[in-house]
């Protein structure tokens, strides 16, 4: 499994655009990023997921440059809601079939 | 949206007696799992279940630990014995597909606590 570096935490106030960066140096040909999103007591929740280049869904988006050997999270416009926690995983789904949590990025968002 | 669905939301137990977590996964689901986060820790991956098996469990799944699909919508977790550190929350979750990469669907927990 390729380990995945984020940070621990951030900040930022409602309306504001928030990035978060996970550095994934030894990631794998058939390796895929996927990112979860967990709120206090409650399950972690699937966010995005991508191999390279752009993805973008109702939620967010996920920036992939060429080497992969980054990806980064974005959530356009946060509001309070959207204080969390958030997991980059990378892994290969055609061999790996559990999900491996680290640590995550709780992000904050004040008003 | 559907929902994987979890009972009981909070269980008190004594150590040594025996619980039993439930979980309703999404009806057209074919691979189970459960994982565990003890309270500040990192979401820990438990076993996998598909076609009435195990497909993979990790060292924390020991024997001790028992999983069951007893009728074709509950998905359980038995702990038989329980101890003060399997106190944590624990999560079910279920996928159409196996593969990682196709996202899971997790339920809202159960916080077991044992006193």
């Known amino acids: 499994l390729a380990k995945t570096t984020q940070p621990i935490s951030m900040d930022s106030y409602e309306g504001q655009e928030v990035n978060i960066t996970c550095s994934h140096n030894?990631?794998?040909?058939?390796?895929?990023i996927t990112w979860y999103q967990q709120f206090p007591s409650q399950g972690p929740r699937f966010i995005i997921q991508?191999?390279?280049t752009k993805v973008t869904n109702e939620v967010a988006s996920l920036f992939i440059p060429a080497d992969r050997k980054s990806s980064t999270l974005s959530l356009p416009r946060v509001s309070l809601s959207d204080t969390a926690v958030y997991y980059c995983?990378?892994?290969?789904?055609?061999?790996?079939?559990?999900?491996?949590f680290g640590a995550g990025t709780t992000v904050t968002v004040r008003a | 949206e559907p929902e994987v669905t979890q009972t009981p939301s909070h269980q008190v137990t004594q150590m040594g007696q025996e619980v039993i977590l439930r979980c309703v996964p999404i009806?057209?689901?074919?691979?189970f799992y459960w994982y565990r986060q003890i309270l500040g820790q990192k979401v820990e991956f438990l076993v996998s279940?598909?076609?009435?098996?195990?497909?993979?469990k990790s060292e924390i799944f020991d024997d001790q630990f028992s999983v069951e699909r007893p009728d074709g919508s509950n998905f359980t977790l038995k702990i038989r014995s329980t101890k003060l550190e399997d106190s944590a929350m624990y999560f079910c979750?279920?996928?159409?597909?196996?593969?990682?990469?196709?996202?899971?669907?997790f339920g809202s927990g159960t916080r077991l606590t044992v006193v």
């Open positions: 995983l990378v892994g290969d789904s055609s061999n790996d079939y559990k999900l491996s």
């Open positions: 030894n990631i794998a040909t058939n390796d895929y």
């Open positions: 279940f598909y076609n009435n098996e195990i497909s993979e």
């Open positions: 991508g191999y390279k």
């Open positions: 009806s057209n689901h074919l691979y």
């Open positions: 979750a279920s996928s159409e597909v196996q593969q990682t990469n196709y996202g899971y669907t």
